[in-house]
Structures are given as C-alpha cells and as structure tokens.
C-alpha cells in the first residue's frame, strides 16, 4: 500500500515536471514570435503553397483529383479551416494558428498548415 | 456472464466512449489526441479478463472507432497511440507499484504522446510541442478519474461475472 503511494506520487511528479518545462518553453517562445510570417500549405509532404499571415484571404485548397477540399480563412494574423470536407473534422474544430511552428493538420486529407516565420528559420527546415 | 460476453459490453462501451469523445471538440490541430474517455474500457478489460484480451479490444477499438468515425489513415494513425497507451499500462500494472488511476493517467498521457509523436513526424516541426503542457495536465487528469471510476465498478462486474445467472 505505501510502496504503491509512493509509485504513485514519482509519476505523477514527473508528468507534472514535464508539464512545467515545456510551458516555460512556450513561454520563451512566444516572446520571440508573434503573428507573422507565413502560413504554407504541405500536401503529402511537399509545400504546395504559402500564405502571408499579415493579408486576410479565403481560399479553398483543393486536392491534384478535385474531391477533398479545405477552406482556408486567414484573418487578423491568424490562419483556420473555416469548412472542409474530410469524414472527422478535426481541422475545422481546431483553433486558428498564428506562432511560428503552430499546425493544422488534416490526416484525412494528408494537408498539414503551419506557420513559419521568416526571422527565425529558413524554408530549408520545411523542405528538407 | 463468459468471458466472451464481457468483451463484448467492453467493446460497446469503448464505441460509445470513443463516440461521445468525438461529439466533445478540442481545439488543437492534431488528429487522434482525445480527452481518452474511452481508455475506461481498455483499463476495466485489462482487469477483468487479462492482458492478451485487453490488448484485442485495444486494436478493435481503434480499427472500429476509426472506420465509424474516420478513414484508413486516421485507422493506422490511432493505433500509434492505442498501442503505446496500452503497453505501458500493462507494464506498470506487472509491475504492481502504482495504484490503477496512476496506470490509467500514465495511459491516457501516452496515448496523446504516441499521437503527438506521430503527428511530429508527419509535419516534421518543432511546433506541435507547443500543445504538450496541455497535453500532459489533460491526460494525468481524465486518466485519474477514468481510473477511479474503474475502482470503483471493477468489485460490482467481478461479482456480476462470478455470481452467474442473476443480474
Ligand atoms: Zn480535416
């Protein structure tokens, strides 16, 4: 019984610690990026396009067949998938992105959004 | 009630679960990472009629789950996470030094872990990291009560299998 609470209490320690370290991380890093930059599209692996977080735009993403479709909606320095067409939705219920590294992922549809901003990486880093 | 039929109510409930966490939105842009209500059944199963078992309705789960609610992909994709989720918890629990909510929290974290992992190398970047805290504070906090839940029906089943005919 003792043994087990004190098991217990090690785990839940570390997920607790784990938790901490990484939300100081992102507290880092929110200082270093805000809002800008851009948002690329990647379908199947491959950057496909890219989008400037600074311009409000609507455009619908199609698939290379025209069947899968995703509504892109950048506004006020953010970017979400306002509609789209795969079976789970997730991407249309996630919430919009706009620091750099942040994604949207589609896995129905293989599309993956995320922001990168110039300043701190080069498009080599996505590409490569 | 037989064993096969107990496996049966589990993989129902575990539809269910998986259901109602699909009905419950969260705002993160990785598929597959969830609340982890459905990790009740995996944890009862596990208890009740043992690893081997547990670990069938684990990949029922997940393939079912996936063709009701998703495609092929998403099918592969769930089974990271369900399968990282359910070799630690049976580890821990061979190990006999955690109590059961400790085991299912340790289980719905590395569900969304394997998820996040998966995720990381589909977008290979740096960015997802930023939902761990997240991530980490959400699944210690349904596993633990999911868990006790467990406990707490675990004597009532166990009796219900043992007893026999009466309900
Ligand atoms: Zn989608």
């Known amino acids: 019984m003792f043994q087990k609470l004190k098991g217990d209490l090690i785990i839940v320690g570390i997920i607790i610690v784990l938790a901490v370290v990484f939300f100081l991380i992102n507290l880092i890093r929110d200082r270093q990026s805000s809002g800008e930059g851009n948002v690329l599209v990647v379908r199947d692996g491959r950057v496909v396009e890219s989008y400037p977080l600074s311009e409000d735009i609507t455009v619908t993403l199609w698939d290379e067949e025209r069947t899968h479709y995703n509504l892109l909606m950048i ?3 953010s970017a979400e998938i306002s509609d789209a067409n795969c079976p789970d939705k997730i991407c249309v219920r996630s919430r919009a992105i706009a620091r750099d590294g942040e994604s949207i992922i589609c896995l129905p549809h293989r599309l993956v959004l995320s922001v990168h901003s110039e300043r701190e990486r080069d498009m080599d880093a996505v590409t490569g | 009630m037989k064993r096969t039929a107990v496996m049966g109510l589990l993989l129902a409930l575990a539809l269910i679960l998986s259901y109602v966490e699909s009905l419950i939105p969260l705002p993160i842009g990785i598929p597959g ?6 990790n009740l059944a ?38 990271a996470g369900a399968l990282i989720s359910f070799l630690t918890m049976a580890l821990m629990k061979k190990a006999g030094r955690f109590h059961l909510p400790v085991i299912s929290a340790v289980g719905g974290v590395m569900h969304n872990t394997g998820q996040l992992l998966v995720a990381c190398v589909i977008v290979s970047t740096y960015g997802i990291v930023y939902y761990v805290p997240f991530l980490l504070i959400a699944g210690l906090v349904t596993g633990m009560v999911i ?18 005919s009466r309900e």
């Open chain 2, 42 to 79: 995996v944890v009862l199963a596990m208890y009740l009629v043992g690893e081997r078992n547990a670990l069938l309705l684990t990949i029922s789960k997940a393939v079912l789950s996936g063709l009701l609610f998703g495609n092929l992909t998403v099918i592969l994709y769930n089974l």
């Open chain 2, 147 to 164: 868990g006790s839940v467990a406990v707490l029906v675990l004597p009532a089943v166990r009796k219900g299998m043992n007893g026999g």
């Open chain 1, 75 to 77: 506004k006020d320095g």
């Open chain 2, 33 to 38: 990472i969830k609340i982890g209500l459905a």
